[in-house]
């Protein structure tokens, strides 16, 4: 015992410039000296203070030290890259754990291109990377994003022969996600051996971050017939994406009941991840029970229940939350103002709206972007103020672009100011509109007003640049699927016994008294060929369907891409009392709530 402690003070009793201890005892002397000194850092004073004591030792030798340097000195929330690198360029030899902390450091600055540069620098210097290396610059390069040098670096990852390992995998998988090559993206996926949940979280993120919700959906399904059944957060916040865009209420709901099951307390990006689902599906209800529970409420959490509230046409009492977030001493943002203004225009409270963005300029600072006047724009215009919206056009600050203009001809085409509606049509022509959406409005409002001529001349303009006008469509959620359908639908499954319940439905209607508008069909026919044009709605048959396929009294919920037109309007107020359900209906812009025969918007959309 006596010896042992001898050999253990020898350091002290030797000259520094001749230490007799071995290359493991001086390890295990650095180790005891370092470590404890770079845990004790919180800020770059301290760790300074620690680097002096360790140069003081003369344990920066000591390759140990020098690598825990770095690491505390790159990755620490306190640290600074520029003194990281200071300390790494005085190593004589470097090694790869070196280099993968200094690319972990540059990635975490948001600096994606310092650690390409440090990754070339690594090969230059004949350092061999391992599989550490390779996940933090694959989301260097996903972050540029740069696929380029991402396919590039594959290529090293297949010489090396780490193309199996799972956390390189799971990082192409992602790179190739974000960087929009999402065949590649599925190709890495499936030649994998082994998955793990992580896998098919980046899967699903990278469909997700393309938009393709439904395929989404579709992967969870593959992932829980493969036995995955604990999801991980990242993949339900996807999923919760995936059906809000889709209107998937159902399915939103699952995802909810799984977190409360096996999540304990959730953070308040998942919480605000729900209540934008329950909103955007239609159950405002669910969605402000939500939010008023939040423990914490933070900017993005009242973003989303303004602008959810806006939706849904409850105007006033999304300007009473705001002022709700203002006593809590939130500071909005421009992004908050967008969801308040919208509110303002969804209800039609249009001094509300004029006052909203004065008060954003005078007191708060916030300098009005394009997106506000936009909102603007709106807002006057539903209202059927088109002249005072044309003169906010020409007033702005800034060049408007094809959002406002394509905002000032809708208006013009509600309210049948054609004028207006030319005047918006030619600016967007000249900004070389690619949507097919806009010659279709110019060519129905000159349809509305009979002028055949003018039609065919749009309509020619339009083919003659190759655009093609995207279909109407409708979505509605039955037994936890979605089920699609066109306007005079005749290819789903089904398409026999819903014409034939459509037919039920009409048959009813008349007493009633319902008539087809026909002056929704935009085309030189006659008046037959009008009502059954009508009565081929995509939302008219997406009720059908539903009628078939659910019970009686349970609601209907239906997500459509263009807006409603009058006519579904009208038929949709009738069926809700006829068939006694509640019907809600998502369009591009707001929801529409149908019960007892009336709607929720009052008329007003």
């Keep these: 015992m006596i010896r042992t402690s001898v050999l253990h003070q020898t350091h002290v009793l030797v000259s520094r410039e ?75 030899e470097p090694g790869s754990f070196e280099f993968n902390t200094m690319m972990r450091g540059h990635v975490k600055d948001m600096n994606t291109e310092e650690a390409l540069i440090t990754y070339k620098e ?54 190739y996600g974000k960087c929009g090559e999402i065949g590649v993206c599925c190709a890495v996926f499936e030649q994998m051996n082994e998955r793990s949940v992580a896998s098919w979280s980046a899967l699903i993120t990278a469909h997700a971050s393309l938009g393709m919700w439904s395929d989404c959906l579709r992967l969870l ?79 993005l959490s009242y973003s989303v229940m303004i602008s959810g509230l806006a939706m849904h046409g409850y105007g006033r009492e999304g300007l009473r939350i705001f002022t709700e977030m203002l006593e809590q001493g939130l500071e909005p943002d421009d992004v908050v103002y967008v969801g308040v203004l919208n509110a303002c225009s969804h209800a039609g409270l249009v001094q509300e709206g004029l006052q909203c963005f004065n008060r954003m300029k005078l007191e708060h600072g916030i300098e009005p972007t394009i997106q506000h006047y936009g909102c603007m724009v709106d807002l006057m215009g539903r209202a059927g103020k088109i002249d005072e919206a044309l003169e906010l056009i ?29 005047i918006a049509a030619k600016q967007l022509f000249k900004l070389d509109s690619q949507k097919a959406s806009d010659y279709v409005v110019l060519s129905n409002m000159y349809a509305q007003a009979q002028r055949w001529e003018d039609v065919a001349r749009t309509r020619t303009n339009m083919f003659s640049k190759g655009l093609s006008q995207r279909p109407g469509f409708s979505l509605v959620e039955v037994k936890r699927k979605m089920h699609r359908f066109v306007s005079q639908d005749a290819g789903h499954p089904q398409s026999e016994s819903v014409y034939e319940m459509l037919y039920q439905m009409e048959w009813q209607l008349k007493f009633e008294g319902y008539s087809p508008d026909t002056t929704q069909v935009l085309c030189d026919v006659d008046e037959e060929e009008k009502k059954q044009r009508l009565s081929g709605h995509s939302q008219k048959l997406a009720i059908a369907y539903a009628l078939i396929h659910t019970s009686q009294g349970s609601p209907i919920r239906i997500v459509r891409n263009l807006r409603m037109c009058n006519d579904c309007h009208s038929y949709t107020k009738l069926i809700s009392i006829i068939f006694d359900r509640e019907i809600t209906v998502r369009d591009r812009h707001r929801f ?3 019960k007892d025969g009336a709607c929720s918007c009052r008329d007003y959309w």
Excluded at 50 to 55: C, E, F, K, N, Q
């Design 122 to 175: 690594m090969a230059e210097r004949g350092v061999k990377p391992d599989n550490f290396t390779y996940p933090t610059l694959l989301k260097a390069c996903a972050r540029l994003p740069a696929v380029e040098e991402g396919m590039q670096v594959h290529a090293h990852i297949l010489k090396l022969g780490l193309e199996n390992d799972v956390f390189v995998q799971n990082s192409l998988i992602s790179m």
């Design 221 to 299: 399904g593959d992932m829980s017939n493969e036995g995955y059944w604990r999801a991980e957060e990242s993949i339900l916040v996807s999923v919760l994406s995936a059906c809000t865009h889709l209107g998937a209420l159902d399915l939103g709901r699952s995802v909810h009941g799984f977190l409360l099951r096996n999540v304990s307390g959730l953070n308040v990006i998942v919480e605000t991840s729900l209540i934008e689902m329950y909103l955007k599906c239609g159950s405002l209800y669910k969605g402000m029970c939500l939010f008023q529970k939040m423990a914490k409420k933070n900017k």
């Design 394 to 422: 020409k007033s702005m600050p800034m060049e408007p672009n094809d959002v406002l203009w394509r905002s000032l001809l809708s208006a013009s085409k509600v309210h049948n100011n054609l004028q207006a509606g030319e």
């Design 18 to 92: 001749d230490p007799p201890q071995s290359p493991e005892l001086s390890f295990k002397l650095g180790e005891k000296e370092c470590v404890p000194l770079l845990k004790k850092c919180s800020n770059m004073e301290e760790f300074k203070q620690a680097h002096a004591r360790i140069l003081k030792l003369g344990l920066f030798g000591d390759s140990f030290c020098a690598s825990n340097l770095v690491a505390a000195c790159a990755l620490s929330d306190w640290g600074s890259m520029d003194y990281a690198c200071s300390i790494f360029r005085q190593i004589d």
């Design 592 to 594: 529409h709530h149908f």
